[in-house]
Each structure stands twice: as structure tokens, then as C-alpha cells.
């Protein structure tokens, strides 16, 4: 049961161009996403999030945008940079009984990779 | 202030053996996640520890795995009698409080199963 999909395994972009990447869930308790960034042999680095009380959120270069009717948030990258090229995954939390709770589910990934 | 510590980094078991991961948190945190990551898919959560406390375990398998945090020392993943499908990267996560969000990730064991 795949409750955070990211459909697109891989996504190429020239430099300078905007990055966008996509995440669907279905479970409706989910309240909170985030943005992981990781590099081979490397752990997941926090890159961004969004409550479900937003439709936007921005830092620097990056975006979230949250889309709750229909299940989707995307990440924007720009401008883009070859600095970028990783394994980009979503994941969802759901904030159990007011407290929060940190069990995140995960999206497969998608590999960016950005031409100079 | 160092990170998330794993290790080891890469942990090469014959199937039958026994595999021990350790994961010490960062500084002040005391609470510890440990997710899965099998080739070509996303972290699946695992476990989730406090300091001498399992609070949820519902991504365990119900056999061979089993983690502890104790009062001193850091956090133990076991899997006892590995098979070739334990054969992942197993990523531990520490926090400060239950507040999750944003949470540090280790940088992993590989364990391969020959």
C-alpha cells in the first residue's frame, strides 16, 4: 500500500531552468510534508516543508506547493544548478492526537539531474 | 556537534549470522527512528525508540528484528539469522523531542547478505 508516490523516477533539466517535482498521497490524515534531498551513501537532508494549513511555502531557491483536494504537492526548484543533481524524495507525517509524531512515509525518489 | 553517528558504514553478514547496527543520536536528542531503504524504493519506517522505551514498532518484522535504546549508550538494530532480502541501507533518524519535523538522518549501514 503506497500511501506517497512519486511517479516520475528520474527528471534531466539544463541549469538555470525550474526543477519540478512531483508527490500524490492518498491518505487524507496526512498533515504535514516535507522534502528530503539525499546523495549516495548519504542520509536524507531536510530541504523543506509544508503544513497542511498552507497551500505555499518557500525558501530561497525552493518552493512546496500543496494542492490538499487534489492530493498532490510538487517541489520548484529555481534557478536549477548541477549542485542539485540528487535523489529527491517526499514524505508525509500525520500529526496523531495533537502531538507530533515523527514517522514519516516516503515516496520512491526521483533522480534529478541537472545539465551545465 | 557531530551528527547522527552510524556504524558501521558497510556490514557484509553470511546468511544465518547475526547483524547489529548501532545509531548514536545527536547531542540532546532522545528519540530515535530507524527506516529501511531496499533498492530502488523509499525509506520504510521501522521503529520508533525513546530512551529505554519502544513506542512504536509497527514497521518491525515480526521475526528475526528488534531494536533497543537504553538508558546509556546508543541505539541497537539486531536481526538475527539474516537472509539475502535483509540486504539494505538502514538509515537511523534522532529528534529532541517528539516534534519530528525536520528531523537528522544518520548516514547509514549497508548491509549486504552473501
Known amino acids: 500500500d503506497q500511501q506517497v508516490k512519486q511517479n516520475s523516477p528520474s527528471l534531466s533539466v539544463q541549469e538555470g531552468r525550474i526543477s519540478i517535482l512531483n508527490c500524490d498521497y492518498t491518505?487524507?490524515?496526512?498533515?504535514?510534508f516535507l522534502w528530503y534531498k539525499k546523495y549516495p551513501a548519504e542520509g536524507p537532508t531536510f530541504l523543506i516543508s509544508?503544513?497542511?494549513?498552507?497551500d505555499k511555502n518557500e525558501d530561497g531557491r525552493f518552493t512546496v506547493f500543496l494542492n490538499k483536494s487534489a492530493k498532490h504537492l510538487s517541489l520548484h526548484i529555481v534557478p536549477s544548478q548541477p549542485g542539485d543533481s540528487a535523489v529527491y524524495f517526499c514524505?508525509?507525517?500525520?500529526?496523531?492526537?495533537?502531538?507530533?509524531?515523527?514517522?514519516?512515509?516516503f515516496g520512491q525518489g526521483t533522480i534529478l539531474t541537472v545539465h551545465p | 556537534n557531530a551528527g547522527v553517528m552510524q556504524n558501521p558504514r558497510h556490514l557484509v553478514r553470511r546468511r544465518g549470522q547475526e547483524a547489529r547496527l548501532r545509531c548514536s543520536p545527536m547531542?540532546?536528542?532522545?528519540?530515535v527512528y530507524w527506516y529501511r531503504q531496499l533498492p530502488e524504493e523509499g525509506l520504510k519506517f521501522m521503529v520508533y525508540?525513546?530512551?529505554?522505551?519502544?513506542?512504536?514498532e509497527s514497521g518491525m518484522p515480526k521475526e528475526r528484528f528488534s531494536a533497543e535504546f537504553p538508558k546509556e549508550g546508543p541505539s541497537i538494530l539486531r536481526i538475527q539469522q539474516v537472509v539475502r532480502g535483509d540486504s539494505a541501507a538502514y538509515f537511523c533518524?534522532?529528534?529532541?523531542?517528539?516534534?519530528?519535523?525536520?528531523?537528522?538522518f544518520g548516514s547509514g549501514t549497508r548491509l549486504t547478505v552473501v
Open positions: 514524505a508525509a507525517n500525520h500529526n496523531a492526537g495533537g502531538t507530533s509524531y515523527g514517522k514519516l512515509t
Open positions: 509544508i503544513s497542511s494549513i498552507k
Open positions: 491518505n487524507s490524515m496526512f498533515d504535514y
Open positions: 547531542k540532546g536528542h532522545s528519540h
Open positions: 533518524a534522532s529528534s529532541p523531542g517528539q516534534i519530528g519535523y525536520g528531523y537528522t
Open positions: 525508540l525513546q530512551k529505554e522505551n519502544i513506542i512504536d
